[in-house]
């Protein structure tokens, strides 16, 4: 009777710390995952700020083109650093789809690094044309990252739910 008792607490143990552990692994994945967005998001945030300042110069002589290569090439470490990070990322818990979100939001935020390279080539001698077209591109641009910051949202909620996991929203 005794070696009974002893072998059901034992069980019961063993589950209780591997439940415990598996809903740990399944927070952690969640942070690992989300942190590898925030990142670059908030970075894109800058990167977009330095991009509207310059956009917005008087003249083309007058716009700060070192700032914006500064600002983005640090955009660019974060991006390739997270991308990286995230690829990296274990799936558990069926993390997969919000994993896969945001590796593809990573991947076009590499994008957006790319074409704003682009607008740092421009010169004195670029046309209102070759702004305004740019900028329309730009504009393009920004409705997809909108697309993609959706489907991690939506993503990272269904992931949640499947793992009975409350979502704080950060201010």
Known sequence: ????????????????????????????????????????YY???????????VIEAETMKEADFKGLTEVRSKFKTT?????????????????????????????????????????????EETTGEELLAWVNELDKKANLETSLINKVQNAQTDFATKNNLELIEQK
Do not use: P
């Not at 072998?7 to 995952?33: G, H, P, Y």
């Not at 970075?43 to 300042?53: I, P, W, Y």
């Open 43 to 53: 970075d894109s945030q800058v990167l977009g700020d330095k991009l509207s300042e």
């Open 1 to 40: 009777m005794k070696i009974k008792s002893l072998l059901t607490i034992a069980l019961t143990s063993l589950l209780f710390f591997s439940c415990e552990d598996s809903a740990q692994k399944v927070i952690n994945v969640n942070d690992a995952i989300i942190t590898a967005y925030n990142n670059v």
């Open 79 to 123: 991006v390739d650093e997270n991308l990286k990070k995230a690829e990296e990322i274990e799936n558990y818990g069926g993390s997969e789809e919000f994993k896969t979100a945001v590796i593809d939001y990573l991947k076009h935020m590499q994008g957006l690094n790319d074409f704003v390279i682009t607008f740092e080539a421009f010169t």
